[in-house]
């Protein structure tokens, strides 16, 4: 994972019966991570978003696909693309 290169300790969530694909931990710092391949329909966008949105803390959250997008969200979780994931993160 590019999290654990960067020091994260990876572990898989779990919240209710939703999976957090990734929760990555560094000292005082938490971020929740969704993978994606491409968000293409409403209901994907809706399975891969809420589980985030589900989880009650101020920590960042971000979905992470292929599709073309720069920097937006849904619902005020981050949309990235995996190149600019991989760009901001390093």
Same mark, same amino acid.
């Given at each position: 994972?590019? /999290?654990?290169?960067?020091?994260?300790?990876?572990?898989?969530?779990k919240?209710?019966?939703?999976e957090i694909d /990734?929760v990555?931990?560094?000292?005082?710092?938490?971020?929740?991570?969704?993978?994606?391949?491409?968000?293409?329909?409403?209901?994907?966008a809706?399975?891969?978003?809420?589980?985030?949105l589900?989880i009650?803390?101020?920590?960042?959250?971000?979905? !992470?696909?292929?599709?073309?997008v720069?920097?937006?969200?849904?619902?005020? !979780?981050?949309h990235?693309?995996? !190149?600019? /994931?991989?760009?901001r /993160?390093?």
């Amino acid at each position: 994972s590019h /999290f654990a290169s960067l020091g994260y300790k990876i572990t898989v969530g779990k919240l209710n019966n939703k999976e957090i694909d /990734f929760v990555c931990s560094k000292e005082n710092k938490t971020i929740y991570v969704q993978v994606a391949y491409l968000i293409t329909e409403e209901s994907t966008a809706e399975r891969e978003f809420n589980n985030l949105l589900a989880i009650q803390d101020n920590y960042p959250k971000m979905v !992470i696909s292929m599709d073309d997008v720069l920097n937006t969200d849904y619902k005020g !979780i981050e949309h990235l693309n995996i !190149i600019e /994931f991989l760009t901001r /993160f390093k």
